[in-house]
């Protein structure tokens, strides 16, 4: 995503019905006010996308640990057992979609999710903004580093 320019973005519908819960996530960060800053402190380069995106990751993962703090649900996603053992291969199969297009299980945890993620965007609005602008320091860090060692 951080390669591609903002109007080639494309995002099969399938997938995004799957994974909702990564097509918010994703929409929240593209949409959010500091990823054009990001994008455009790529500059189309390969390794600064890289460092980047794991420093976005990072970040993200404290925005979410921020949602769910109160939460018992990493808790049951954790600890369920159907979740973790399920082979998730063929819902990108046709044949599958006449059975059931998405597990129940998964759609309403999914469900669960997304509530709580919109339920906290919409009281925590600059809760993503103030840790995309942290990884875009770490990443503005680490690339100094890199290409001071890599010119």
Same mark, same amino acid.
């Given at each position: @995503?951080?390669?591609?320019?903002?109007?080639?973005? +494309?995002?099969?519908?399938? *997938?995004? @019905?799957? +994974?909702?819960? &990564?097509?918010?996530?994703? !929409?929240?960060?593209?949409? /959010?006010?500091?990823?054009? *800053?990001?994008?455009?402190?790529?500059?189309?380069?390969?390794?600064? =996308?890289?460092?980047?995106?794991?420093?976005?990751? &990072?970040?993200?993962?404290?925005?979410?640990?921020?949602?769910?703090?109160?939460?018992?649900?990493?808790?049951?996603?954790?600890? %369920?057992?159907?979740?973790?053992? @399920?082979?998730? &291969?063929?819902?990108?199969?046709? !044949?599958?979609?006449?059975?059931?297009?998405?597990?129940?299980?998964?759609? /309403?945890?999914?469900? &669960?999710?997304?509530? !709580?993620?919109?339920?906290?965007? %919409? *009281?925590?609005?600059? =809760?993503?903004?103030?840790?995309?602008?942290?990884?875009?320091?770490? =990443?503005? =860090?680490?690339?100094?580093?890199?290409?001071?060692?890599?010119?």
């Amino acid at each position: @995503m951080l390669m591609i320019p903002k109007d080639q973005y +494309f995002e099969e519908p399938l *997938t995004s @019905m799957i +994974f909702n819960v &990564r097509h918010l996530i994703l !929409k929240h960060v593209r949409e /959010n006010v500091i990823f054009p *800053t990001i994008f455009e402190a790529i500059q189309q380069q390969p390794s600064r =996308a890289y460092i980047a995106a794991i420093a976005i990751t &990072r970040y993200l993962t404290y925005w979410l640990s921020d949602i769910f703090k109160d939460s018992s649900l990493p808790n049951e996603i954790l600890q %369920n057992e159907t979740l973790r053992n @399920m082979d998730i &291969r063929p819902l990108f199969e046709e !044949k599958y979609s006449t059975i059931e297009p998405v597990p129940s299980a998964i759609t /309403n945890l999914q469900g &669960r999710i997304l509530r !709580k993620i919109i339920q906290y965007s %919409n *009281t925590h609005d600059e =809760a993503l903004t103030a840790q995309l602008q942290q990884a875009l320091i770490a =990443a503005r =860090a680490q690339w100094s580093i890199f290409e001071s060692h890599h010119v």
